[in-house]
């Protein structure tokens, strides 16, 4: 089974909503790939912007989060269907400044899984390493259970629709990418234990991203590996080398 490249680009806290129009407007003719499914994640009051401005492309939206329950009391949070009623179609959940910075766990990773999931959000579950515990030799146990976590109650059926994007937290915005052999050990664990978990059937439809300092003079090795099906991009996705990332070929 051929799974579809998937190239993501998370705008992380940048970019206005005048900025977003610019941006996508700039990109636009760049990230034409009838091979590869191109998603920008921009910041919440940036989206109907972005949806505006990506009319007419194969660009889709996503969003950088959620909260796990459907309205109420919870100040500052953004419901699903709020995302889904402008036209959001991916979530990123867990991204590790999330957790870093904002006390995110594997369990509230769970909860915004299952409830993108019954919004029919697509989630882009974030799991990935410290420079330390990849020292202590602990990232493939690690990773397999941050994934085992994400995936509690997630039907097989949904489960091979999911975006999982393997970010070793090293190297996120630090210039250190992770060779294409360890990004592609880590992704094939990643798929190990989705085959576990599930099926095999499961685990070869299921798209694994590598993400940390992708840009186009590494992208074409890196999702040449097999088990790596694209890329979660940060810095990169705001410039236009992001066109060369998706045409990496
Ligand atoms: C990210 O934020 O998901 C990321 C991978 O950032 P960068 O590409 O800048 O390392």
């Given at each position: 089974?051929?799974?579809?490249?998937?190239?993501?680009?998370?705008?992380?806290?940048?970019?206005?909503?005048?900025?977003?129009?610019?941006?996508?407007?700039?990109?636009?003719?760049?990230?034409?790939?009838?091979?590869?499914?191109?998603?920008?994640?921009?910041?919440?009051?940036?989206?109907?912007?972005?949806?505006?401005?990506?009319?007419?492309?194969?660009?889709?939206?996503?969003?950088?989060?959620?909260?796990?329950?459907?309205?109420?009391?919870?100040?500052?949070?953004?419901?699903?269907?709020?995302?889904?009623?402008?036209?959001?179609?991916?979530?990123?959940?867990g991204h590790s400044e999330r957790r870093a910075y904002f006390s995110e766990t594997d369990?509230?990773v769970?909860?915004?899984?299952?409830?993108?999931?019954?919004?029919?959000?697509?989630?882009?579950?974030c799991v990935g390493e410290t420079l330390e515990q990849r020292e202590q030799g602990i990232t493939v146990d690690l990773v397999r259970l941050q994934t085992?976590?994400?995936?509690?109650?997630?039907?097989?059926?949904?489960?091979?629709?999911?975006?999982?994007a393997y970010e070793p937290i090293w190297a996120i915005g630090t210039?250190k990418t992770a060779?294409?052999?360890q990004a592609?050990?880590v992704?094939?664990a990643?798929?190990?234990?989705?085959?576990?978990?599930?099926?095999?059937?499961?685990?070869?439809?299921?798209?694994?991203?590598y993400g940390g300092s992708?840009?186009?003079?590494?992208?074409?090795?890196?999702?040449?590996?097999?088990?790596?099906?694209?890329?979660?991009?940060?810095?990169?996705?705001?410039?236009?080398?992001?066109?060369?990332?998706?045409?990496?070929?």
């Amino acid at each position: 089974m051929m799974r579809k490249k998937i190239v993501a680009g998370n705008w992380k806290m940048n970019k206005t909503p005048s900025e977003t129009v610019e941006l996508i407007k700039a990109l636009k003719p760049l990230v034409k790939n009838d091979e590869v499914d191109v998603v920008f994640c921009t910041p919440f009051v940036s989206l109907v912007s972005a949806i505006e401005a990506a009319k007419g492309s194969d660009i889709a939206i996503g969003a950088q989060n959620m909260y796990y329950e459907e309205s109420g009391a919870y100040t500052g949070e953004v419901a699903p269907n709020m995302l889904t009623e402008i036209g959001v179609q991916y979530v990123v959940i867990g991204h590790s400044e999330r957790r870093a910075y904002f006390s995110e766990t594997d369990e509230t990773v769970n909860k915004k899984v299952l409830k993108a999931i019954e919004h029919k959000l697509i989630p882009i579950v974030c799991v990935g390493e410290t420079l330390e515990q990849r020292e202590q030799g602990i990232t493939v146990d690690l990773v397999r259970l941050q994934t085992k976590i994400a995936l509690k109650n997630v039907s097989k059926e949904d489960a091979m629709k999911m975006v999982i994007a393997y970010e070793p937290i090293w190297a996120i915005g630090t210039g250190k990418t992770a060779t294409s052999q360890q990004a592609e050990e880590v992704c094939a664990a990643i798929r190990q234990v989705v085959s576990e978990i599930y099926d095999q059937e499961t685990a070869q439809a299921v798209r694994i991203q590598y993400g940390g300092s992708v840009k186009s003079a590494n992208a074409k090795e890196l999702f040449s590996m097999p088990n790596i099906d694209g890329g979660l991009v940060g810095g990169a996705s705001l410039t236009t080398d992001f066109g060369n990332i998706v045409n990496y070929k």
